[in-house]
């Protein structure tokens, strides 16, 4: 395995991990919700994310593209977006709706990929795919680091009183309401454009 692999795996064992401190620390009695919790998540979400860069990065300047490369970086993205999204859904965030539709989303896609190496196609990154991964990131990170915000705070620290708090609450609010849908709109345009891109898929040999 490669460098540039071996950073992707990053994401295969510290998205569980993600997964496994949000559990401890909001459904077990054995951590409680704290600035230290939400402090790991959010440290847990960069370096996760920071892998997902880098990887592609080194692969390319290092000429490390790899056949298991093309499957296992898709496939660690997926893992990696599946757990935010489980715990997003758990929170209350994401409703049971757009998580179904997102599950189901990366699901499709996944048929795509074996139907596609079932035929012998090695199916190539599309721009749109792409584009979603940077799109639902950010999204993520904007609700993580909102509630990393809240447990430390922060807002007191930089905003008093009078039109700033009321400007930062009326934010807050539109990224709960809009961050979902923002979220299922990348994930449906860009498994639309892979069917498009390859529709071999839905045809019998």
């Excluded at 692969?59 to 660690?76: E, I, N, T």
């Excluded at 991964?133 to 620290?157: I, K, P, Y």
């Excluded at 709960?176 to 898929?201: C, G």
Aim: hydrophobic letters at 55%; proline letters at 3%; aromatic letters at 12%.
């Amino acid at each position: 395995m490669n460098t540039a692999n071996k950073i992707t795996s990053i994401r295969l064992i510290l998205a569980p991990i993600l997964l496994f401190v949000y559990v401890l620390a909001h459904h077990s009695d054995i951590l409680v919700p704290t600035i230290y919790t939400a402090s790991a998540l959010c440290i847990l979400f960069l370096i996760i994310e920071l892998s997902d860069i880098f990887d592609g990065i080194i692969a390319r300047k290092k000429m490390m593209v790899s056949a298991l490369g093309k499957v296992l970086d898709p496939f660690a993205d997926a893992l990696a977006h599946s757990t935010y999204f489980i715990i997003l859904f758990d929170r209350g965030i994401i409703p049971v709706w757009i998580f179904t539709l997102l599950i189901y989303r990366d699901l499709l896609q996944g048929f795509i990929r074996v139907r596609a190496a079932y035929s012998g196609i090695a199916l190539q990154a599309r721009a749109s795919g792409k584009i979603k991964t940077v799109v639902q990131s950010v999204c993520v990170g904007l609700l993580f680091f909102e509630r990393l915000m809240d447990a430390f705070h922060v807002r007191g620290l930089f905003i008093l009183d009078g039109n700033g708090a009321v400007l930062y609450t009326v934010a807050v609010h539109w990224l709960y309401v809009l961050a979902p849908y923002i979220i299922l709109a990348v994930s449906v345009i860009s498994i639309a454009d892979y069917i498009q891109a390859n529709p071999f898929v839905l045809k019998e040999e």
